[in-house]
């Protein structure tokens, strides 16, 4: 690792589960001090007695529900009393989701909820987080922001139209807000995961484990821990070095919809 991390802070959202819990583990074992952001508290808590116990490093658990600016005012009061002086080193816009697999032509009522929920968690959110704690990276000129897109912000699939358009917003936001901060010295980068094996389908499938399952039935997916590598990684680079965008497959997938499977 070129960059040291060690007793810097770096917040994550959506750290309750999946990319984000293996991201803090990730950055926690660097010496990172931590704020951890999601709705599911009592989680949170879990996850930061244990990444205290192992790492020694701080982290502070938090409430923040992408979708309610009061929620990410509050987050941000948090973040900027944990940072003090030393600011924010590294932010993981990592809080997601994806709701069901209408098509668009034949959604429903509840379908269209879904797509609202989409947009204010994926988009709307995102721009939550980067309004509140961007500008104090930029005041400072350093840090290293890291929005996880998706291989579904790249191609887009029938019955994910929404879903992808969403993903799609997170890599244009993300390539502009490099434009805009050219010259401050804060890095952007976008990761974008193939099919990743964490709660997502789970959420996708509101809960059918069986429909959930079938998505990496026969294939070997990666894991949470494989995007926090690559989350680590870009993190670690010398400060000159930005990675704009990477985008992670498995082995058995070249694209959204061509996926090896097994028999």
């Known amino acids: 690792m070129d960059h040291d991390l060690k007793g810097r802070v770096a917040v994550i959202t959506g750290a309750s589960a999946g990319i984000g819990e293996a991201t803090a583990e990730r950055l926690a074992a660097q010496g990172m001090d931590l704020v951890l952001g999601a709705r599911r508290l009592e989680r949170l808590e879990e996850i930061a007695t244990r990444l205290r116990e192992a790492h020694g490093v701080a982290v502070t658990p ?5 979708c309610d600016a009061a929620s990410c005012d509050a987050f941000a ?27 668009l032509a034949e959604g429903t009522a509840d379908d269209e909820r879904d797509w609202e929920t989409m947009f204010e968690t994926n988009v ?51 390539r502009a807000l490099r434009l805009e901060l050219l010259g401050t010295g804060v890095k952007v980068s ?14 996708r499938f509101e ?7 079938s998505v990496y039935a026969g294939m070997t997916p990666l894991t949470g821990d494989d995007i926090a590598a690559s989350i680590e990684w870009i993190a670690s680079l010398p400060r000159p070095m930005n990675i704009e965008e990477v985008t992670l497959y498995p082995t058995d997938q070249v694209s959204a919809q061509k996926v090896h499977r097994s028999t």
């Open 77 to 103: 009061r948090t973040v900027a009393d944990v940072a003090a002086d030393r600011g924010v080193e590294v932010l993981v816009g990592n809080a997601g989701l994806a709701r069901g697999v209408a098509r």
């Open 124 to 174: 709307m959110g995102l721009l939550r987080v980067i309004r509140r704690l961007v500008p104090d990276m930029v005041a400072r000129r350093r840090g290293t922001v890291v929005n996880v897109g998706s291989l579904a912000g790249i191609e887009t699939y029938e019955g994910g139209g929404v879903y992808c358009a969403t993903k799609s917003s997170v890599r244009v936001i993300s």
């Open 190 to 203: 976008c990761v974008n995961p193939g099919l990743v094996e964490t709660e997502f389908s789970m959420v």
């Open 207 to 213: 809960g059918d484990q069986a429909k959930a399952d």
């Open 62 to 66: 938090a409430v923040l529900d992408v």
